[in-house]
Nanobody, 121 residues
Framework: QLVESGGGVVQAGGSLRLSCAASGRTVSGYGMGWFRQAPGKDDEFVAAISWSGDNTYYADSVKGRFTISRDSARNTMSLQMNSLKPEDTAVYYC????????????????WGQGTQVTVSS
């Protein structure tokens, strides 16, 4: 099970830190990622990190503002979100990657329930 936390309501320009904790299922040795879904829109890739933490990947829309990290020993992953914009408003999901493509939703097998992030203007 993957459980996200840290969502909330923040003003534009503010920051939030999302966390993803794995319980009953290891994520050690697997890449991990964050996706989001805004109202009326398709799921969107946000960021991903390799199993070692050495490699990170970002959507162009969040590059330079968001930072993904992980603590494999604690089975956790985080997403630091700075300079938030109203267009970042969405439900954010963490997931474990099993496939070869970090950007492709179908290459992730286990998903959390999501946490709502709302950015007001």
């Amino acid at each position: 099970q993957l459980v996200e936390s840290g969502g909330g309501v923040v003003q534009a320009g503010g920051s939030l830190r999302l966390s993803c904790a794995a319980s009953g299922r290891t994520v050690s040795g697997y890449g991990m990622g964050w996706f989001r879904q805004a109202p009326g829109k398709d799921d969107e890739f946000v960021a991903a990190i390799s199993w070692s933490g050495d490699n990170t990947y970002y959507a162009d829309s969040v590059k330079g503002r968001f930072t993904i990290s992980r603590d494999s020993a604690r089975n956790t992953m985080s997403l630091q979100m700075n300079s938030l914009k109203p267009e970042d408003t969405a439900v954010y999901y963490c997931a474990r990657r099993w496939g070869s493509n970090y950007y492709l939703q179908d290459d992730y097998d286990y998903w959390g329930q999501g946490t709502q992030v709302t950015v007001s203007s």
